[in-house]
Every structure is written in C-alpha cells, then in structure tokens.
C-alpha cells in the first residue's frame, strides 16, 4: 500500500510539471489522500493543479490548509498563496505573505525580489523598488551565474508597478546588457526613451530589434516616432516652436504609458472590456451601439485619438440626461461622435467665445453633466472636469483609471496596482510601563469566559469569522481556514489562539508588536505594555519556544518557531 501511494505521488509531481492542468493529476493526487489526508506534498500538488485550472478559491483554500499544519511544505505554501495573491491582485495579502515567507527563509535573492514587487504594488512604491534593486545586489553577490535573471525580473516587476521612465529604462538598460535577447523589455526600453526624449537612442535600438523581426509593428512604429520627432525637433529650430513646447503636450509620455499598460492589460481597451462583464443592466440600457468610420469622421474632422475614439467605438454615447446611470458622484454621461465634432466645429468657428478650450493645447471632450460642465482628457492623458469660467479640476489620472474606478465600484477585479502611499504604515509608539496591550489581543480576552450569545463573543466572530470552534479539550485541532481557533467549554469561551502565518489579520492582533521581531525585543515590548512573565519551556522534539505572560487577569502566550512569532493565544487565568 504504502508503495502504491508513494508512485502514485510521485506521477503527480512528474505529470504536475509536464501538464499541470491534466485531469489525472487531481485523479492521483486524490487517491493519495485518500490514503494519507493530512498529506501535505500531495495537497500542494493538487493546489497547484487547482490553480492552474483556474480554480483560485479551491487553490487558497488547498495552501492554506498546507500551511496551518507548518510541515517542511509550509514555506511552499506560503510562496504559492504569494504568487496567488499577486495574480488575483490581492495587493496587501501577497505582501503578507511575502513577509512570511521571509520570516522562514532569508536567503534567497528572489524571496526579496518578490517582497519588492508586492511593496511596490500595493502602494509602497519607494520602499519596493528600492527592495527590488537590494534584491540585485543579493544575487550578484549570493548567486552571480542568476544576475542576468535577476535583472529582467526587476525590470519586469517595475513595469508591474508602474515605475516612470527615468526609473525603468536605466533597469531595462541593465538588463538587455546581461541578456540582448530579451526583445520585448528591448521595445519597452525604446519607448522609455522616447518618453525621455532620447530619440536618437530610441532610433538605434529600435533598428537592432527590426533587424531581428521586421514584422514588428509596435518596433516599426517606435522607429517611426522616433524619426519623426527628430526631424520636429530639427524644423523646431526655425520655427516657433520649442522643444518645451513639444513636452508640454505629453504625447510622448502618453506613448510610453499606452505601451507599458497595453503590457500590463490595465489599458482603456482592457478596462472597457472589464466594464462589460460586470456592468449594471441599468447602464446598459442607456448606452448607444459603438460608432463606425463614417460616424467618428465628419468632412476633414476626426474625433480625437487620445481616448475619445476607443470609448466610441465602444459605445456612441448617451441620451441625454443618463449620467445617472453610472452611479457616479455627479450625472455624467458618454458624449456622442456628432455631438463632439459638432462642439469642435462650434469651438473652431468662434474660438474667442470659447477661451476654455486654447488652440494650442491638447484636449478631448468625453463626458458632459448635460449642464456645460465636462469630463475633458488632456495632456499626459489626465482626466479633468471643465466648467466654464473655473479651472479644470483633476478627476483621474487617465481616462482607463475612471473606467477601472468603476469596475471596482459594480464588484468587477481591479487589475491595477494600488496607487502611491505617501509612507510606509509605522508602529505605533511605545507607551509607558503598565499601559495596556492594543490592538485585537483586547478583543481576545474580553471574549474569555463569556457565552456564545454575548456582545464580546459576537465581536470576536465578526472579526475572525471562519474560525474553527473546538467544544471539547478531547477533540484535536483541526485546520483553520484563517488561522483562529476559538475553544468553548460549557458554553464558555476558554482559550482564542492564533496561527500568526495563516490569519489574514495578525499584523493587528497587537498594535505595534514586529510579530518577526527577536525575542529579546518582543518580550521587552509586551512587558512594556503591562504583561508580566509567568513560564516559558522549548519543545525539544521541535525547538520551538513558549513563553506566557499575566496580562489583564488572563495568560497571553507566544509560541516561537524558525525565529519569528508562530501561535499567539489568550487564556483565562
């Protein structure tokens, strides 16, 4: 039997890698734990079948339950629920578990490539792409012969982030230095060029990679912009028009960014097609069929190109008075093709009637509240409101970030990263000796010894609530989906423990605490705060340490393991 389960495993993993989405991998992997349930290898070869079958609630559910037993497979699992995260664009649990995953090991260059990557998405930008680059450093001095690997990956996960031109293209630069070949962060790196107005470095390298695929239309058209705006710039110097005229209108800038969120799949295009899945029958009705040629072209004028010819291709504007329907602050509605060639021909017929709208400025009017005041993108693509007599006021960074605004606003998956945090979260300062712990550990105790139907019982649920709840001290644990085990005897509650590494908020349980803090200083932290030694012992069969403290009249224990806060547990005295 038992070499019967051992083959059977052993051709999921082998299958696992060759095909992970192939049926008979659940089909093993299953027979496995039918056998042996708590099998933690085969339950992350199943996870990891699950995820690539694009099942990602069974995939967390499958590596959470791997890493509440905290076998020799929990550093995997928490890598996996990292990377599912991040996937699923769950900024702030791919962070959590990143940090985790470094609290079990700190070697490797590419545990903090990937910490860099989630600061940096969700928020952190400075502290991740300052990561990223220490996270270089690591490899070239730990593992050399992966620096090539590790360049492209920094390059990559600052595009992710969003990083600006003169933050990624010296990046890119690297990179293509360690490995030419790499052509698509090659292109990427020509438009960050050309966004920096190194045209003539942009020409070169977008020759080099034509050389090597002709048929590229985005390298051919980097070539071409390239060119021509060298020969702008060179009829610039007799004419009156200045190179600080050239940058004031953005279109450069805005060349790179369609390029880079094209790549990242957060483009207009991209988010129009989100809005689809999930928008409001509502909205739907008041929305026209998308505009043809003919309609997007009156005579010699065309609707602009910047956005305003994708959101009509979409959908040709909105009657009247349908703003509403979107459900957004204020009652704007979709602009139609005849109503904005109409507008640009009444604005060029009489332009001093219309001094909002300058000549020698880049605009196109989108949206209108039907009562003069409009939705406006502008250079650099921002997105303004402009009413009459009143400067524009700033509204979203472009077009496809009010679209994705309102993916996110009708339950749709907002694929972008999290925008910039002025600062990293700080921990809070440390009170005198004797004042009370904070945080959700105070929660915790006041639970103890109340019954189920108690206003402290119904707090701890509503803030842990797919706890397990273990009513007999004789029944074992089982695995916690969010890492809370609640124990009730007699209908009392006894003991409220927490698995630090799977529940979602350990990071609060005790205001300020480094749960992957030294010992030394934790202690001093916790006694600081009022709590008072009582016992301590280490597990010999695992190394791991316990030490309790007197804390409010109940016991507050800390388990440690690999060096960093594992379980943390309130109990009546």
């Not at 991040?86 to 903090?112: I, K, P, Y």
């Not at 790179?256 to 969120?261: A, L, T, Y």
Request: proline letters at 6%.
């Amino acid at each position: 039997m038992s070499d019967t389960v051992e083959r059977d495993l052993d051709l999921a993993w082998e299958l696992l890698e060759a095909q992970p989405a192939h049926p008979r991998v659940a089909e093993l992997a299953a027979r496995v734990l039918a056998a042996q349930p708590e099998r933690s290898s085969a339950l992350m070869v199943l996870a990891y079948h699950r995820e690539s079958r694009g099942d990602a609630d069974e995939a967390r559910r499958l590596y959470l339950r791997v890493a509440a037993g905290r076998d020799s497979q929990f550093i995997w699992a928490a890598r996996a629920l990292r990377h599912l995260e991040s996937v699923e664009h769950n900024h702030d649990e791919a962070l959590r578990w990143a940090r985790t995953v470094l609290g079990q090991n700190h070697e490797g260059w590419d545990d903090w490539m990937q910490l860099g990557d989630a600061q940096a998405r969700s928020g952190l930008h400075e502290a991740g792409w300052r990561q990223l680059d220490e996270a270089v450093e690591l490899c070239a001095r730990t593992a050399p012969d992966d620096l090539p690997k590790a360049l492209a990956k920094r390059a990559e996960y600052l595009l992710a982030s969003c990083a600006p031109p003169e933050r990624f293209a010296p990046a890119a630069e690297e990179a293509i230095r360690a490995n030419a070949a790499d052509s698509w962060v090659a292109m990427l790196l020509g438009y960050a060029y050309l966004a920096q107005y190194r045209f003539d470095d942009a020409e070169q390298l977008g020759l080099r990679l034509l050389r090597q695929d002709p048929t590229d239309d985005l390298v051919e058209s980097l070539v071409d912009t390239a060119r021509t705006m060298q020969r702008i710039v060179e009829k610039a110097r007799g004419d009156d028009i200045t190179l600080a005229d050239i940058q004031g209108t953005g279109v450069l800038e805005m060349a790179w960014q369609q390029i880079r969120d094209q790549k990242l799949g957060i483009d207009l295009a991209s988010a129009l097609a989100a809005l689809d899945a999930v928008m409001p029958a509502e909205l739907r009705a008041t929305l026209r069929p998308g505009a043809t040629a003919d309609d997007l072209a009156e005579g010699e004028e065309k609707v602009g190109s910047m956005v305003a010819e994708d959101l009509l291709t979409w959908h040709d504007g909105q009657p009247p008075g349908s703003g509403a329907a979107w459900g957004w602050t204020e009652p704007f509605r979709l602009l139609s093709a005849a109503e904005i060639l109409a507008m640009d021909a009444g604005i060029e017929a009489d332009r001093a009637a219309h001094p909002d709208w300058p000549e020698k400025e880049i605009w196109e009017q989108v949206m209108t509240d039907d009562a003069g005041t409009y939705l406006v993108a502008v250079a650099f693509g921002a997105l303004v409101k402009r009413r009459p007599g009143q400067p524009d006021e700033p509204v979203a960074d472009s077009m496809a970030d009010w679209i994705w605004d309102r993916v996110a606003d009708f339950g749709g998956r907002d694929p972008r990263p999290a925008p910039l945090k002025t600062e990293e979260p700080t921990a809070d300062p440390l009170p005198a000796p004797g004042t009370p712990l904070t945080g959700v550990i105070v929660t915790m105790c006041a639970a103890l010894g109340t019954p189920e139907d108690s206003a402290a019982y119904a707090e701890l649920r509503e803030l842990f609530p797919g706890s397990t709840v273990r009513r007999s001290e004789l029944v074992p644990d089982e695995p916690s989906v969010d890492g809370v085990y609640l124990e009730v005897l007699d209908g009392l509650v006894t003991r409220v423990g927490v698995d630090v590494a799977v529940c979602p908020d350990a990071d609060r349980l005790i205001s300020g605490l480094d749960l992957g803090g030294h010992r030394g200083s934790v202690d001093a932290y916790v006694r600081a705060h009022g709590a008072v030694p009582q016992n301590s012992w280490v597990n010999r069969a695992n190394g791991e340490a316990t030490v309790v403290y007197d804390f409010a009249g109940h016991r507050l224990g800390l388990r440690w393991a690999d060096g960093s806060i594992a379980h943390i547990y309130v109990t009546g005295a």
